[in-house]
T-cell receptor, first 113, second 112 residues
Framework: KAGVTQTPRYLIKTRGQQVTLSCSPI?????VSWYQQTPGQGLQFLFE???????NKGNFPGRFSGRQFSNSRSEMNVSTLELGDSALYLC????????????FGPGTRLLVL | EDQVTQSPEALRLQEGESSSLNCSYT??????LFWYRQDPGKGPEFLFT???AGEEKEKERLKATLTKKESFLHITAPKPEDSATYLC?????????????FGGGTRLMVKP
């Protein structure tokens, strides 16, 4: 089975711009979660989607949003980018909704200048 | 609030020198504890899931154990290819879905 794929792998933006990241889960997986990883804060949960519905949301400002499509693919959007948004954004998928192992993609490295 | 603390932050071992990594957690109710390995520039790779105190799982040179307050990842006779950051994460019953709370990780370096 193919793993979780994320596009693009690398991205450079400037402050004030917006960005959209894409994630394709493992085939058959219906839950998709997003995490932000920085050297200072480590891995932090952004949000999770299951069957096109947001199930849970972390402590991030409203500039961070996401959605899930009927084929389980997911996108996250960050508007009005700030320098502190520079990070590795990781997507993880799992088969079902509860108490499931999450499998991570390679991540999208975002640099905000 | 769920908390996960990993120690040490960094660990240097000689090839063949066994050791253990610690993961201490505070959650209202533990649904599962997960260990991942992360290589530089890559996403975390799943290693183990533990659900209840007393549970143990093994894979090659790695063995994970779980108590009511902490988990250990034992590395037996490590090789240089075991060098990576090892991440511990918990799922809690009071959180909907599959949300994971991660520790800061232990950066392991194994010298030949």
């Amino acid at each position: 089975k193919a793993g979780v794929t994320q596009t693009p792998r690398y991205l450079i933006k400037t402050r004030g711009q917006q960005v959209t990241l894409s994630c394709s889960p493992i085939s058959g997986h219906r839950s998709v979660s997003w995490y932000q990883q920085t050297p200072g804060q480590g891995l932090q949960f952004l949000f999770e989607y299951f069957s096109e519905t947001q199930r849970n949301k972390g402590n991030f400002p409203g500039r961070f949003s996401g959605r899930q499509f009927s084929n389980s693919r997911s996108e996250m959007n960050v508007s009005t980018l700030e320098l502190g948004d520079s990070a590795l954004y990781l997507c993880a998928s799992s088969l079902r909704q509860e108490q499931e192992t999450q499998y991570f993609g390679p991540g999208t490295r975002l640099l905000v200048l | 609030e769920d908390q996960v603390t990993q120690s040490p932050e960094a660990l240097r071992l000689q090839e063949g020198e066994s050791s253990s990594l610690n993961c201490s957690y505070t959650v209202s109710g533990l649904r599962g504890l997960f260990w991942y390995r992360q290589d530089p520039g890559k996403g975390p790779e799943f290693l183990f899931t533990l659900y209840s105190a007393g549970e143990e799982k093994e894979k090659e040179r790695l063995k994970a154990t779980l108590t009511k307050k902490e988990s250990f990842l034992h590395i037996t006779a490590p090789k240089p290819e075991d060098s990576a950051t090892y991440l511990c994460a918990v799922q809690a019953w009071d959180n909907a879905g599959n949300m994971l709370t991660f520790g800061g990780g232990t950066r392991l370096m194994v010298k030949p």
